[in-house]
């Protein structure tokens, strides 16, 4: 079982849906939990960080489950920009390797 | 605000050549990591360096070196490169610390490698 899952999609949907992802990790000393975009053949790019209460940035909420070790990305009123891969990371405090990325799960926006 | 810069973006190479790619960082950051992506699949951790002074492996290291130069710099070097490491190389930095438990990576731009 891989320590970080995301269902890879593509998850296809029309301009303006709401769109969610889930991400699910298996180890429980796992702290620190963050979204990252990734376009094709470019750079990952911090998307947002994600903290315990639930934080959200413009169209954009994450939350974290611990009780249940998984971490939701929603997007409201998806963008055609918004059509990427999205990249669930997991690590753990002051431990310099312990940085795991999901595969990632493609998202395409259609007109 | 350059953040992660990678050197070179492109380079193509024949079996058996060498060349090291160069990745610097100006965020002050003391981690420094390299990665390797391949076509539609995740990241791979080849190397990475938890501060200046230190190098250690990661996932898949056979094939590669690095030198943490300085707190700045940190590169990988391909003695012998083989087609198996055509790829897209990331480099990236963060600070790890007291108190820095929370912090995001950042990327370079990549650089694209072909082994022909």
């Known amino acids: 079982r891989k320590e970080v899952e995301q269902d890879p999609g593509p998850f296809n949907v029309p301009e303006g849906a709401t769109v969610a992802f889930n991400c699910t990790y298996s180890?429980?000393?796992?702290?620190?939990f963050f979204w990252y975009r990734q376009d094709c053949r470019k750079e990952p790019k911090l998307l947002m960080s994600?903290?315990?209460s639930g934080n959200e940035d413009g169209r954009f909420t994450a939350q974290l489950n611990r009780a249940s070790q998984y971490i939701s990305l929603l997007i409201r009123d998806s963008k055609l920009s918004d059509s990427a891969t999205y990249l669930c990371?997991?690590?753990?405090?002051?431990?310099?390797?312990?940085?795991?990325f999901g595969s990632g799960t493609r998202l395409s926006i259609r007109p | 605000n350059a953040g992660v810069t990678q050197t070179p973006k492109f380079q193509v190479l024949k079996t058996g050549q060498s060349m090291t790619l160069q990745c610097a960082q100006d965020?002050?950051?003391?981690?420094m990591y390299w990665y390797r992506q391949d076509p539609g699949m995740g990241l791979r951790l080849i190397y990475y360096?938890?501060?200046?002074?230190?190098?250690d492996k990661g996932e898949v290291p056979n094939g590669y070196n690095v030198s943490r130069l300085n707190k700045r710099e940190f590169s990988l070097r391909l003695e012998s490169a083989a087609p198996s490491q055509t790829s897209v190389y990331f480099c990236?930095?963060?600070?790890?610390?007291?108190?820095?438990?929370?912090?995001?990576?950042?990327f370079g731009d990549g650089t694209r490698l072909s082994i022909l």
């Open positions: 994600v903290y315990s």
């Open positions: 990371v997991v690590s753990r405090y002051s431990s310099a390797s312990k940085i795991i």
């Open positions: 360096s938890a501060s200046e002074g230190t190098t």
């Open positions: 965020m002050n950051h003391n981690s």
């Open positions: 990236a930095s963060r600070s790890l610390g007291r108190g820095d438990g929370n912090q995001p990576q950042h």
């Open positions: 180890n429980s000393a796992s702290q620190s």
